[in-house]
């Protein structure tokens, strides 16, 4: 790709990245920790059930899953961005 033709696209780019894709991350995430949260009410509340705790447990798993695999991809789109320079 040409100098030119780069610096045409980056603003293109970072208007994808802000409009769409970083909402979309910070969206799927707050889905992660309120999954994460409920796991943990459902853990606490069922604090004598031992398969009610395991559920709970499992849900907690889920939700850190979750929030680790969307910070990684926020990571990995901001690598992206700061690749061809649309970062200032």
């Given at each position: 790709m ?13 208007k994808?990245a802000t409009v ?17 949260l ?20 499992k849900v ?16 990995i789109?901001?690598?992206a961005?700061?690749?061809?320079n649309?970062?200032?």
């Amino acid at each position: 790709m040409s100098p030119l033709a780069a610096a045409a696209a980056d603003p293109f780019i970072l208007k994808i990245a802000t409009v769409l894709i970083n909402p979309a991350i910070k969206g799927l995430f707050l889905v992660a920790l309120l999954t994460f949260l409920w796991g943990v009410l459902k853990f606490v509340q069922n604090a004598d059930d031992d398969g009610a705790r395991s559920e709970g447990r499992k849900v907690i798993m889920w939700g850190v899953i979750g929030m680790a695999i969307m910070v990684a991809a926020g990571g990995i789109i901001r690598i992206a961005l700061g690749t061809i320079n649309t970062i200032k």
